[in-house]
């Protein structure tokens, strides 16, 4: 409202409006993707560029706190290395920058660690992610764990053992047995 000279009463009304549907649209996009982010079953997590060149995570799902033990809060703004295993040669840092400076996306197994300690076999599908001027600024990474698969391929290799070993055992017995089998 503008006031006459006289400020006693109103000049005239001024009115500014803006067209903020592309900005509700936006905002719709963003609630859909995080509530698919958050009820997805794999871990995903996002990594940015931190003011000295290292990868900080910005962003873990549910599924992350589930599969590594620690809540959100524990690990945004920190380094990812604290999710690799104290064993392994080098750094996962290292191992997931330098596949993805060849490369825009990259899946590798490798050892990872949860919070109380336990070491486990993660399927780490880690993707680039440019910004307008082509630059990498962020890391999105789905992680799966593989320890359930790791252990199946084990007991089934130990099934084959055993049913090549009885094979074997059946074939000494029907080669040796001093009687006619049929």
């Given amino acids: 409202r503008v006031r006459d000279k006289s400020k006693i009463q109103a000049a005239y009304f001024l009115y500014v409006m803006q067209d ?12 859909k993707l995080t509530a698919a982010l958050g009820s997805t079953n794999d871990a995903v997590a996002i990594f940015e560029t931190g003011s000295g060149g290292g990868l900080i995570i910005e962003y873990v799902n549910t599924a992350f706190s589930r599969m590594f033990g620690y809540e959100s809060t524990d690990v945004i703004g920190k ?3 604290m999710l690799s295993d104290r064993k392994s040669e080098g750094s996962l840092v290292l191992k997931l920058s330098d596949e993805l400076h060849a490369q825009e996306s990259y899946r590798q197994e490798l ?3 949860r919070s109380d300690g336990y070491e486990f076999i993660a399927e780490w599908h880690v993707t680039r992610v440019r910004d307008d001027s082509g630059a990498t600024n962020h890391w999105v990474a789905v992680i799966r764990d593989m320890t359930d698969k790791h252990r199946y391929e084990r007991a089934l290799q130990e099934s084959e053992k055993s049913a090549r070993r009885q094979l074997a055992e059946l074939e000494t017995l029907y080669h040796t047995a001093p009687i006619g089998l049929a």
């Avoid at 903020?20 to 609630?31: A, D, F, G, N, V």
């Fill in 20 to 31: 903020i549907s592309e900005r509700k649209r936006t905002e719709q996009y963003l609630t």
């Fill in 79 to 81: 380094s990812p290395e």
């Fill in 111 to 113: 050892v990872s660690r």
